[in-house]
């Protein structure tokens, strides 16, 4: 699959509880959480983010699952409404730097998704490489999308390829749930300034 025929999903909409905070908004290298996203991906591949509407390039349109607030599987919903490629890549705002390796992925003609697996097994399903069709006959399979689970979505796909990650290239793949994550991972990025593909 051709990187011009990706678009990308970024995610935004998470309750943030154990963050006390938006996410996507956090203080995070020269800007927010999802500019820094967002500048990790490659101005000719399209980009929908479901959440609030936020300064970001021409390449990014906005959209937000209806009701607000209703699972990641929701706002995956909304977002797919706006995809016209083949592939769409998932992204949690919250793995800051997922992007770089994600872009490198390449689904192969017998696979629907590949979903980063971390060093406890368990599956990245916001942090992975999708079939647009796929997702959708995923979708209409558990009927309204509303605070249904990752996991019941991913059931319905067909063939998914788990990657397993290691010591090497699992931290890439964090998330950041609570204060002291954002503080670990800040660090992370001053020991590597450029996270760019």
């Known amino acids: 699959m051709n990187k011009s025929d990706l678009s990308v999903i970024v995610l935004t909409g998470g309750s943030s509880t154990r963050m006390g905070s938006d996410k996507a908004n956090l203080n995070f290298g020269p800007?927010?959480?999802?500019?820094?996203?967002?500048?990790?991906?490659?101005?000719?591949?399209?980009?929908i983010v479901v959440g609030d509407v936020a300064d970001a390039g021409s390449n990014v349109v906005f959209t937000r699952e209806d009701p607000p607030s209703t699972g990641p599987v929701a706002a995956i919903a909304a977002g797919l409404e706006l995809v016209v490629t083949?592939?769409?890549?998932l992204l949690a705002v919250d793995t800051p730097f997922a992007a770089p390796h994600l872009l490198t992925l390449n689904l192969t003609p017998g696979h629907s998704a590949i979903v980063p697996q971390d060093l406890n097994g368990k599956a990245q399903y916001l942090a992975g490489l999708y079939r647009s069709d796929s997702l959708r006959h995923a979708l209409e399979k558990i009927g309204s999308p509303e605070n249904r689970s990752m996991r019941e979505l991913i059931s319905h796909l067909p063939a998914v390829e788990f990657i397993e990650l290691d010591s090497d290239n699992a931290h890439?793949?964090?998330?950041?749930?609570t204060p002291e994550d954002v503080t670990d991972a800040r660090e992370t990025l001053r020991s590597r300034p450029t996270v760019e593909p």
């Open 31 to 47: 800007g927010t959480l999802l500019q820094f996203q967002l500048n990790q991906i490659p101005n000719n591949i399209a980009i």
């Open 86 to 89: 083949a592939g769409v890549l």
């Open 172 to 177: 890439d793949f964090i998330d950041l749930d």
